[in-house]
């Protein structure tokens, strides 16, 4: 395992066995997973456990590729215990902004640990924000803070859209949390990185005023 951490180890373990489970379990999969009916009704279990589970092998397997990538350098800088924080904060933050999204909407289901990992993903981009990113079907670099930015952006078009079978709401909350949670417990980069802060902000500035007008 070279130089893994045993806590990236352990979750991404959790997210394999869970999915697992839920991939041969249909009662399992159905219990625990991300259901606005369900939910209203008492089971809060689900704002979490749907996390874990996973639509299908390639979706579990993107999910925890990316999160390998990305995670150790959110470990390197906030540790185990704070990045923990951020992984299941980001997590909680993704699935409240979906369910407001969708909470009439009884039949509204979802799985998949995307928001918990855009919030890692923007919590690494806080920290480096100068770092190239490849893109599939784009041969250059991109620096990461535009990558993020552009994330963003996308997300809010995704949910206005409604594009694609994708929890875009889940995904742009994910990101807000790491987003809120990295500056709680960094808050130093408000001064190192003030001008990229201010610019990973403006995703979140638009999407607030556009619930706010109703466009979204």
């Not at 799985?111 to 690494?124: C, E, K, L, N, R």
């Not at 480096?128 to 620096?143: A, E, G, H, R, S």
């Given at each position: 395992m070279g130089g893994i951490s045993i806590v990236l180890i352990v979750v991404i373990g959790i997210n394999v066995l869970f999915s697992l489970k839920g991939f041969n379990d249909f009662s399992f999969f159905e219990k625990y997973k991300f259901n606005i009916g369900a939910i209203r009704n008492g089971e809060q279990v689900r704002m979490v456990s749907s996390a874990f589970l996973h639509a299908d092998t390639t979706h579990l397997f993107f999910n925890m590729l990316t999160l390998y990538f990305f995670a150790?350098?959110?470990?390197?800088?906030?540790?185990?215990?704070?990045?923990?924080?951020?992984?299941?904060?980001?997590?909680?933050?993704?699935?409240?902004?979906?369910?407001?999204?969708?909470?009439?909407?009884?039949?509204?289901?979802?799985?998949?640990?995307?928001?918990?990992?855009?919030?890692?993903?923007?919590?690494?981009?806080?920290?480096?924000?100068?770092?190239?990113?490849?893109?599939?079907?784009?041969?250059?670099?991109?620096?990461?803070?535009?990558?993020?930015?552009?994330?963003?952006?996308?997300?809010?078009?995704?949910?206005?859209?409604?594009?694609?079978?994708?929890?875009?709401?889940?995904?742009?909350?994910?990101?807000?949390?790491?987003?809120?949670?990295?500056?709680?417990?960094?808050?130093?980069l408000l001064e190192t990185n003030f001008l990229i802060v201010g610019l990973l902000a403006i995703p979140i500035v638009i999407l607030f005023v556009m619930k706010k007008l109703g466009k979204i």
């Open positions: 150790p350098l959110v470990l390197s800088y906030l540790g185990n215990i704070k990045f923990l924080v951020v992984y299941s904060g980001s997590l909680l933050v993704g699935n409240l902004l979906s369910f407001t999204f969708h909470k009439n909407e009884y039949q509204y289901s979802a799985v998949g640990a995307s928001g918990a990992v855009s919030g890692i993903i923007y919590s690494g981009i806080l920290f480096q924000p100068d770092m190239k990113l490849y893109m599939m079907f784009i041969p250059i670099p991109i620096p990461a803070y535009l990558f993020g930015i552009g994330y963003l952006l996308f997300s809010i078009y995704g949910m206005k859209s409604k594009l694609g079978n994708i929890g875009h709401d889940a995904h742009f909350g994910g990101a807000v949390g790491g987003y809120i949670l990295t500056l709680l417990m960094a808050p130093y």
